[in-house]
């Protein structure tokens, strides 16, 4: 298993949003809000369609604002997910060259800085629409959809070629993940704990790609980890804040990034595949067969002591 490590109180960015209540709040700001019994989930597609805030029985979760777009909520990441080496993409003969915004890299893909369109939405969940554009040479869109649960949100990516002509056959290669920023600490209980089973670790090498290596996973608690694991099968992950809410997050995504030197927030990223994937294990997408990838998480109070009071 693997263990995470305590650290201290995070800033908190506050979100202002709709009045209470059960069920979806559109904002004038575009936002949209969905709620049940113990989840109150602000969705902001202006904003890359992120999750801006999620509070669990009142107590917040994510680290709600940062100077940069990469640093605060939960966005997707679509088209690729983690750095993409050298900010170059090698598909049909041709070399595709991005904005280095992790130089030398390009960094989380391109949603998370894009505004979404609401394409549906009811008193439980919200779909949006992204369509891929330039810099992305492949026509295609994204589709992300949340849903709310009594104690629970289960969100999910879909991306579909839309190419037309010959190029259409031999599809585009895609990633699709997430990047939550987590709170260390919620004000009340013990600091974050994270445990999960991984088959292995990536090597990561001095430019923060893996080297294609495939080492044990520790056993132990390391930190100032940057890393990817392998998770087979889907991830299993248990995240608890002593004496506050433990929460369970699940995915089917094969792949998950552990990012945990920021001393306030801890951020675990299923993804479907590891960083720089497009070019080392590319899945494509074509007409017809898009790629889909779904996490869950849910939670329930901690032993030693309820959660606050929504």
Same mark, same amino acid.
């Given at each position: 298993m693997i263990d995470g490590v305590v650290g201290v109180v995070g800033v908190d960015g506050g979100v202002?949003? #709709?009045? +209470? +209540?059960a069920g979806a709040d559109g904002g004038v700001d575009g936002s949209v809000r969905l709620r049940s019994e113990g989840v109150d989930a602000l969705i902001l597609p202006g904003q890359g369609c992120r999750l801006g805030s999620l509070r669990a029985h009142g107590?917040? /979760?994510?680290? &709600?604002? $940062? %100077? $940069?777009? &990469? *640093? !605060? +909520?939960?966005? %997707?990441?679509v088209p690729w997910a983690g750095r993409m080496g050298g900010a170059r993409l090698s598909h049909g003969r041709r070399e595709h060259v991005f904005p280095a915004d992790?130089? %030398?890299h390009a960094?989380? +893909?391109l949603g998370y800085r894009a505004a979404w369109r609401q394409i549906a939405g009811d008193a439980e969940s919200a779909s949006f629409e /992204? /369509?891929? #554009? *330039? %810099? !992305?040479p492949f026509a295609g869109r994204v589709e992300q959809t949340f849903t709310v649960l009594r104690d629970g949100l289960v969100t999910e990516l879909r991306i579909e070629s839309t190419q037309a002509g010959p190029s259409a056959a031999t599809g585009w290669p895609a990633q699709a993940g997430w990047h939550p920023w987590f709170r260390r600490e919620l004000g009340v209980g013990g600091p974050l704990e994270l445990s999960f089973a991984a088959a292995w670790q990536e090597e990561r090498g001095a430019d923060h790609l893996p080297t294609g290596r495939r080492m044990s996973p520790p056993t132990t608690a390391v930190g100032f980890r940057d890393d990817c694991f392998g998770t087979p099968g889907g991830l299993d992950a248990t995240l608890t804040w002593p004496g506050a809410l433990r929460m369970r997050m699940t995915s089917d995504c094969d792949y998950t990034v552990v990012y945990d030197m920021p001393r306030d927030h801890v951020c675990v990223e299923p993804q479907t595949g590891p960083p720089n994937g497009l070019a080392t294990l590319p899945r494509l997408v074509e007409p017809g067969r898009p790629l889909s990838a779904t996490t869950a998480w849910t939670w329930v109070a901690a032993p030693g002591g309820p959660p606050a009071a929504s």
């Open positions: 202002v949003g #709709a009045n +209470g +209540g107590l917040e /979760l994510l680290r &709600t604002s $940062a %100077p $940069a777009a &990469t *640093d !605060w +909520g939960s966005y %997707p990441m992790a130089a %030398p960094i989380h +893909g /992204l /369509l891929l #554009a *330039d %810099p !992305w």
